[in-house]
């Protein structure tokens, strides 16, 4: 549904409302018989939070003409004085209750949206630290075997050198450089799968 479509819709509801507001306190006089303009604000409160400030503001001119048509002595427009002072009071408060629910129903929308955005953040922060978790879990598997079998070479090396002894030394910087080269093969892995993922980018 466009945005011409529900202001249509919201302009509809306001004279529904306002119709239907009429129509009981026609048919039910006695309702509010100390104030006829009872049900009047109600309907205005409807057509505002559905439609906004353009259906509530009909709504509200809507309702008193309508309270001056049908409740209001002489019938028309040319009312006496205290009925003039009620329509007035009557529009003014219909106006009021207009802006009062049109920021309301704004604040409440902007709340909304504050939730979502926050909770999305709260998501993306769970799965960054959910993927630095798995990529420090993932390092430290492949690189603890090099990485030992390179303190166990060294200590070997330092140890047949404190010794004299040059073929277990060598043996040990042998299987230091073994260690190093696997290291560096796996880095090289690394880098080469995550060049074409930067360049698809």
């Given amino acids: 549904m466009d945005r011409h479509s529900r202001e249509l819709i919201g302009y509809g509801v306001a004279v529904g409302a306002v119709a239907l507001a009429l129509a009981i306190k026609v048919l039910f006089s006695g309702l509010g018989a100390d104030h006829p303009f009872v049900l009047l604000p109600a309907a205005v409160i409807v057509s505002a939070w559905y439609g906004g400030r353009g259906p509530g503001l009909l709504a509200a001119m809507l309702a008193a003409i309508g309270a001056d048509i ?113 290291l560096q093969r796996t880095t090289e892995h690394w880098v080469a799968e995550a060049e074409p993922k930067s360049e698809n980018r």
């Fill in 70 to 182: 049908l409740f209001l002595p002489p019938a028309g427009i040319g009312v006496l004085s205290d009925d003039l002072f009620a329509l007035v009071a009557l529009l003014a408060e219909a106006i009021l209750i207009v802006e009062l629910t049109v920021r309301l129903r704004t604040a409440r929308e902007l709340a909304r949206h504050e939730a979502a955005s926050a909770e999305l953040a709260r998501r993306e922060a769970a799965f960054g630290l959910r993927m630095r978790e798995e990529l420090l879990s993932f390092l430290s598997t492949k690189l603890q075997g090099p990485l030992m079998g390179m303190v166990d070479s060294l200590i070997s090396a330092r140890s047949a050198v404190e010794r004299g002894e040059s073929a277990r030394a060598m043996s040990a910087l042998d299987g230091l450089a073994r260690d190093v080269r696997v």
